[in-house]
């Protein structure tokens, strides 16, 4: 018989769209197994300042398909100091809960690997963030609708970008990932793409679009990760428009908009197995994990390899896009 009786799930750092339909599914498994779930307002802040609720089923019904959290999200540094986490567990104590689902990125992950090892609290996390880039999972809460966000905002640039003949830099989100950029840039047939992971020449892109234009394809688009090494978009597409003052170079930064709006279908799958497996993994006895899907399978991975494991990138898609990108 499991010993916890008491399950909170919070939300912390960046939003994703499909952390509500990861509630949803805490919140249901959780009642569906007899047990009292409570939700924490604010992430980690919310912990250490008591803002935690009692939830029913009537509290997630209509939110699968709405964007952001519904338990809102935030950054603690106070939790980053022991006297934080301590108030943090001495919160969780005052409400009786035995065991936590985290839902967050890198930073979330991390936070609640310090808090188990200083409490020996029970707590287990799920991959939110729109970047992809977390060690243990093939796909993240929010990355598809994210990429497909930005494939529909590139498709409508397509549209002008061909009217007008030009060439566009389009930045999306990625500090240090370039999953995003990557397939968003071989969703919508760019010119190319500049990622973090990887140095991309600009004599090199330079070359393909003269190129192009001599064959008579006088409209681009180039995909650029906001943390790409050579520069963001701003910067590339200064010195393209310097070195090729023939073409007519124009910028978008997609931003936010990347963040929001419902989740996709695969989305909310994905969200509703994880929520449902973070509970059942709780009351087999699991900590210290973060549960992800590799190869459509649940997958657990200790949070320290979580954390400081290196997701593989696939260099095949990128070899993909510049051969199809001709």
Do not use: W
């Amino acid at each position: 018989m499991s010993s916890i009786k008491r399950i909170a799930v919070f939300t912390s750092g960046g939003d994703s769209p499909g952390m509500n339909a990861a509630i949803r599914s805490v919140v249901r498994t959780s009642i569906y197994h007899d047990l009292h779930v409570y939700g924490i307002y604010g992430g980690y802040d919310g912990m250490i300042n008591g803002k935690i609720e009692r939830l029913e089923l009537g509290n997630v019904g209509n939110i699968m398909q709405r964007g952001g959290t519904i338990l809102k999200t935030a950054r603690s540094k106070e939790f980053m100091t022991v006297e934080g986490r301590q108030k943090a567990y001495d919160s969780l104590k005052a409400h009786d809960i035995d065991a936590c689902v985290a839902i967050g990125g890198n930073g979330t992950y991390t936070g609640a690997m310090v808090f188990l090892e200083e409490h020996d609290f029970k707590i287990v996390g799920l991959p939110g963030t729109i970047d992809n880039d977390l060690y243990g999972t093939d796909y993240t809460i929010g990355f598809d609708t994210s990429v497909n966000t930005a494939m529909r905002a590139v498709d409508k640039i397509r549209d002008t970008a061909d009217s007008h003949n030009r060439l566009f830099f389009i930045e999306v989100m990625g500090r240090h990932s370039g999953y995003i950029a990557l397939h968003t840039a071989l969703a919508s047939g760019a010119a190319d793409v500049f990622l973090p992971e990887i140095e991309t020449n600009i004599d090199e892109v330079i070359n393909h679009l003269k190129l192009n234009a001599k064959r008579g394809k006088l409209f681009n688009l180039i995909i650029v990760a906001e943390g790409n090494k050579s520069g963001n978009a701003t910067e590339l597409s200064k010195i393209v428009q310097e070195r090729l003052p023939e073409f007519d170079v124009k910028l978008t930064i997609i931003g936010h908009l990347q963040r929001g709006g419902a989740p996709s279908c695969l989305d909310r799958v994905l969200s509703s197995r994880l929520g449902y497996s973070a509970v059942e993994a709780l009351m087999a006895g699991k900590n210290g994990i973060a549960i992800g899907v590799v190869n459509d399978k649940i997958a657990y991975t200790p949070f320290h390899e979580a954390i400081h494991g290196v997701k593989e990138f696939n260099h095949d898609l990128i070899s993909i896009a510049k051969k199809l990108a001709i």
